[in-house]
């Protein structure tokens, strides 16, 4: 079986949860099939280099890039607003990455085209144009629930409108590709359940999002401080990383730090807004992008988790959990992970339960340790990426 991976953002450097996602899925099917061919845009946020990879991953992927600006522009963002055209993903087109595809097609027959989320569906009709090949959309998440949801937790009424509007160009686009692909590959169980409920008219089947579990050592921490540290990791040029962290600021943290004053709460990520730090939360640590993600997760106890506006599945909850930690999380949050409240995870919506669930672990009326340590075994079973590649290549079969 030949297969074309198509991506919009590199596999490597794993800045994000995407990438992460699209790494493991190129590096799966290379453990499945031998070899794969990988196409991908770098972008200025993104950037490709060949010095992230190794030897054997370049020579069994044959990797190559293009650059596409993807930059939002203003103009551009307002016109496709009057036109009901969808700019959020028209602006990952390019005619140099549209040649690289056609280039590609025309030297080599594949029997499947991996589109690598929604981004890269602008290219279907290049594919069908110069290919035979079975086309299956790799789902990351439904792109307009985000938008969907950001919209009703706005305040701003001029933000609310156009968030509306984004999310209601971006629902017609999605209905509209779901008329030209083969087959979905979702993220999680709720997302194809969401496909049903948009009646998809193509075979659907749930591929999560996988780790490779032997590199997530279970992590003990020997400190005598006795003090709780909590934390949070993630790229903050993701608005609902953005909104999430705004609010453990404003309304979560004061609440767990007046109860439990020398817990400290540790926040990572990349472009990290100096802005959210201007009014004074004691024991907050500012320790902006971290070069080794699970290092970080390593050092610290709870993770918190306070989406309100997400979709998919969060890469993070998965390696934390692989790590061992134990997670308060939103449903929105957690979403998309087959988890059991009060097990292997702890769900919070509110500002009181967060407050209340750091409590219970502070009075040692919750074991946040033997939380983590059934998170572990529920990741080790479930997720681990050797199977959920079997199933991956037996879905493009059954496709087939």
């Not at 290219?123 to 439904?142: C, G, M």
């Not at 948009?198 to 997530?216: A, D, H």
């Not at 439990?260 to 640590?285: C, T």
Request: aromatic share 10%.
């Amino acid at each position: 079986m030949k297969v074309l991976q198509i991506c919009h953002k590199p596999p490597l450097p794993s800045t994000d949860g995407g990438c992460i996602a699209i790494n493991n899925i190129s590096k799966g099917l290379i453990n499945e099939l031998g070899s794969i061919k990988v196409l991908t845009i770098n972008t200025l946020k993104h950037p490709f280099d060949l010095k992230h990879y190794d030897e054997q991953y370049i020579k069994n992927s044959n990797i190559e890039s293009t650059f596409v600006d993807t930059k939002l522009n203003i103009v551009d963002a307002f016109s496709n607003l009057v036109t009901y055209d969808s700019y959020n993903v028209s602006r990952f087109f390019s005619p140099d990455f549209n040649a690289l595809i056609i280039k590609t097609l025309k030297s080599n027959s594949f029997d499947i085209v991996l589109l690598e989320s929604l981004f890269t569906t602008p290219y279907i009709d290049t594919v069908r144009t110069y290919s035979s090949s079975k086309i299956i959309l790799r789902s990351h998440n439904l792109e307009y629930i985000i938008w969907q949801r950001l919209s009703k937790e706005s305040i701003n009424p001029a933000k609310k409108i156009y968030l509306r509007l984004l999310s209601s160009q971006l629902k017609n686009y999605e209905l509209d590709v779901l008329r030209k692909i083969d087959g979905i590959a979702t993220i999680s169980n709720q997302d194809k359940k969401k496909y049903k409920e948009l009646k998809c008219p193509v075979n659907t089947e749930t591929i999560p999002f996988g780790i490779e579990t032997k590199n997530y050592i279970k992590n003990k921490i020997n400190r005598n401080d006795g003090k709780l540290k909590f934390f949070h990791i993630g790229a903050m040029d993701w608005k609902p990383n953005l909104e999430a962290v705004g609010w453990l600021l404003d309304e979560i943290w004061p609440k767990i730090q007046k109860k439990i004053p020398n817990a400290e709460l540790h926040l990572a990520g990349k472009n990290m807004p100096h802005w959210l730090f201007k009014k004074e939360n004691l024991n907050v640590f500012n320790h902006n992008e971290v070069k080794d993600s699970s290092k970080f997760i390593s050092e610290h106890d709870i993770m918190l988790v306070p989406l309100l506006s997400a979709g998919g599945i969060r890469v993070k909850i998965i390696e934390g959990m692989a790590h061992g930690k134990a997670i308060i999380s939103t449903k929105i949050g957690a979403e998309g992970i087959e988890y059991k409240n009060g097990e292997n995870i702890i769900i919070a919506d509110s500002p009181k339960d967060f407050y209340k669930e750091a409590l219970k672990i502070e009075s040692g009326k919750t074991d946040f340790k033997k939380i983590g340590e059934y998170a572990r075994e529920h990741i080790l079973k479930t997720y681990d990426q050797n199977k959920i590649s079997k199933k991956l290549v037996s879905f493009f079969e059954s496709i087939l």
